[in-house]
């Protein structure tokens, strides 16, 4: 009877069908993004496995992929650029365009031709590993059918392309395989895609939770299904293999404006909106780097939940900021070892801060805890929240975390 039990579980944790191998044995990646102001040149290749260039463009009148005039440049030079300090990282080629467009090109064999064909010819011109399709919302069962058929139309005509090695195929996701009222195509994405990274991010901002705070990529969210960990165990519920799944995580927050500032309820406390004045964007985003210069010049204070896995930061005049911190880093790529996830992928780039999040990411991944290197990462994480608290008045409940750096009674 036990022998039975131990066949049952071991039989449910395996996919449910066959997957097309990883080219990968770790992800530790991340997207540089053209709309930015942030150089390719400036990217410390030496801290990923990975990089992603984001984004081609998809003409939806000729279904071919091209990449920005206005970035042409930077394009044709990126995987040249980025192997100067890392010869072994691999690149990708993303692309990205509005939802309507990807559905109009997937709905039609012709167009997806043209498209696939386009895509591969262009990645291998510019000396790209990999593509990558950030097709993100597509939401209802013909879309998803036709999602099926892109994907794989796309990894058959790479198997068969003579340009040596094959392509690395990936698509960016949204959090969970059921998305409005469609369904991935998940058994045609395992036995197609390298791996999918899952958007595990923006599940609360000042545009869709307007009236209360939220952690905006919660790693937990106990009582509720919104957060990276509801996603990504839905995923491998549907089959999809835990191995083949890269976490995205954001290098990014979202600022709410309280509705009492007087009132610290840490997540999920009354708001009246988002604050334009120091946002990044009209959503209410903020790049991390932007919000440790908002806590050093307000002294604000932060407070790192390790229930839920995020991080938030709230000044005397009622600013109030959810976001990820080294800890939460550290807590989502502990996560994801545990989760017998792929990797990571962080979002994007030029968001980071001095390469803090980045750097903490990469050596955390992996990681004896108990070697010197580990011990050293460690150490790092510890120095930059002491200057934190030293500048910015940080503040850590005691049942989150105390002054010798551990959480919950457990040490880092």
Known sequence: MEVNTLFFYILISLPLFPAFPSSAAVVKSGYWFSGGDFPVADIDSALFTHLFCASADLDPQTSRVSIPTSNAQAFSTFSTVVRRRNPAVKTILSIASESNDFTAMAARPSSRKKFVDSSIRLATSLGFDGLDLSWIHPSSPSQMADFAQLVTEWRRAITSSENGKPLILTARVFRSPEHDSG??????????????????????????????????AALYNPGNEISADSGISSWIEFGFPAGKIVMGIPLYGYAWKLSDPKRRDGFFSPAAGTIPEISDSSDGSIAFREIRKFIVRNRAASSFNSTIGADCSFSDDGIWIGYDNYLTIVKKVVYGQE?????????????????????????????????????????????????????????????HMNSDGQENGKEL
Request: charged content about 20%; cysteine-free; proline content about 5%.
């Open 183 to 216: 369904r991935y195509p998940v058994r045609d994405m395992a036995e197609t895609l390298d791996w999918i990274n899952v958007i595990a991010y923006d599940f609360y901002s000042p545009v869709s939770s307007s009236q209360i705070t939220g952690p905006p």
């Open 339 to 399: 989760k017998g996830l792929l990797g990571y992928s962080l979002w994007h780039l030029g968001m980071d801060e001095n390469w803090g999040l980045s750097r903490t990411a990469m050596e955390a991944w992996g990681g004896d805890w108990e070697d010197d290197d580990m011990k050293s990462m460690k150490a790092s994480v510890k120095f930059a929240l002491s200057v934190s608290w030293r500048a910015g008045s940080l503040i850590f409940p005691e049942n």
